[in-house]
């Protein structure tokens, strides 16, 4: 029985990033990837006790269901997040249900969009960027954490937690993962002892907020109207009725 008579579809799913941070010889740099739709094998994957007891049925599941020829490892987190909400619509549809406040939600996710980019931050082909912190006014040079980067800062946190059971190192280490330079010095170790002794609190916040608002990403949020009228952006809480909807 020929194997065309049960090709499945598959979608184009465009990156938040447009491609821009990635060398012109990566694939990513292309700004979109594609997707085959969800299969009983990646059903498979998402029961997977040996993967979820590792935390990484996710990622096998993005692997599996993406067909564009690229490094898992390469893509920015925000990129991620996007081909995730892709998956989690080819896999089980647009709508998703979940609770808030003690109330039952139910949001299209085919209506979320890529947030806004500033193109002009942008060096097509470079994964750096610029930032004076407002209080020091130190300069700091980032680059957007990918998912390799992840898995590495992942690996650290374990290690000094093994050495120190309450030490919470998760944020500074993410901090020396993302600097690639301080006032244009670009070795580890005086990145690390800038984190670690002269990071100022406010300076911190200032920087993390910065990330979140320019960062390309999806917009995960929804409109939620308050008693008084007045309405604000809630974060989609992910939860495991994301790929798991019958939980």
């Known amino acids: 029985m020929s194997d065309e008579k049960f090709k ?3 979608e184009i799913v465009e990156l938040p990033s447009k491609g821009l941070v990635y060398p012109e010889d990566n694939p990513l740099s292309k700004g979109k990837i594609e997707m085959k ?8 994957i998402l029961t997977n006790q040996n993967y979820i007891s590792k935390g990484t049925v996710i990622d096998e599941l993005l692997k599996s269901l993406i067909v564009s020829d690229i490094n898992y490892n390469d893509l920015i987190v925000g990129d991620k997040n996007a081909i995730m ?15 808030y406040n003690g109330e039952e939600y139910t949001v299209d996710l085919s209506q979320l969009d890529n947030k806004e980019i500033d193109i002009k931050r ?3 082909g470079k994964n750096e960027f610029n930032f004076q912190l407002p209080t020091s006014g130190t300069l700091l040079t980032y680059k957007l954490l990918t998912h390799g980067d992840d898995k590495k800062i992942e690996a650290e946190v374990k290690g000094l ?17 993302m600097i ?9 170790m005086a990145i690390r002892n800038f984190v670690d002794n002269y990071f100022l609190a406010r300076d911190s916040r200032a920087f993390r907020e910065h990330i979140k608002q320019t ?26 009725t994301f790929f798991w909807p019958d939980l």
């Open 8 to 10: 499945f579809p598959t």
């Open 37 to 44: 739709y969800m299969t009983a094998k990646e059903e498979d």
């Open 85 to 99: 909400v892709a998956a989690r619509i080819l896999g089980y549809g647009k709508d998703y249900s979940f609770t």
């Open 122 to 124: 942008f060096s097509k």
């Open 161 to 177: 937690k093994k050495l120190n059971k309450n030490a919470s190192p998760e944020l500074s280490t993410r901090l020396k993962f």
């Open 180 to 188: 690639t330079a301080v006032d244009g010095d670009v070795e580890k």
């Open 215 to 240: 960062q390309p990403d999806v917009n995960l949020t929804f409109e939620l109207e308050g008693p008084d009228g007045d309405v604000k952006d809630i974060d989609i809480p992910i939860g495991l």
